[in-house]
């Protein structure tokens, strides 16, 4: 087994709860860390034998792009999309973190974590 991961993924989004994220939108980063299996790759230096981490930046992006209210339900939908697209997957763990958000604290980033 092997970890393949994409760290640090940066989208503009329009992800929140509340009507003002919808409109104006902010940054948000993804970690995205899956296991497989690495035996043909290093076997056969061969790219169909392990996971494509642009395809997997590239599906996380456009699932990003459709709204949610919650990062959650967002961070759901990437992990079904590269489950069902990408081939040999076996887990993911998906960091998606919020900058800049709407709440009176001073905070940095809010961030959830996800596994499936």
Do not use: W
């Not at 930046?57 to 999309?81: C, D, F, N, Q, Y």
């Not at 590269?82 to 993911?92: A, C, L, N, S």
């Amino acid at each position: 087994m092997g970890i393949v991961l994409v760290e640090q993924l940066e989208v503009f989004a329009f992800h929140g709860h509340f009507e003002e994220e919808q409109i104006v939108g902010r940054k948000f980063t993804l970690d995205i860390k899956i296991t497989t299996d690495f035996h043909g790759a290093v076997e056969n230096d061969d790219l169909n034998a392990t996971v494509n981490y642009a395809e997997v930046a590239r599906i996380a992006t456009r699932e990003m792009k459709t709204p949610s209210k919650l990062i959650e339900h967002v961070g759901g939908r990437i992990i079904k999309a590269i489950k069902t697209e990408v081939p040999g997957v076996d887990t993911i763990e998906l960091k998606i973190c919020k900058h800049y958000t709407p709440i009176p604290e001073r905070v940095q980033r809010v961030c959830v974590v996800l596994n499936g």
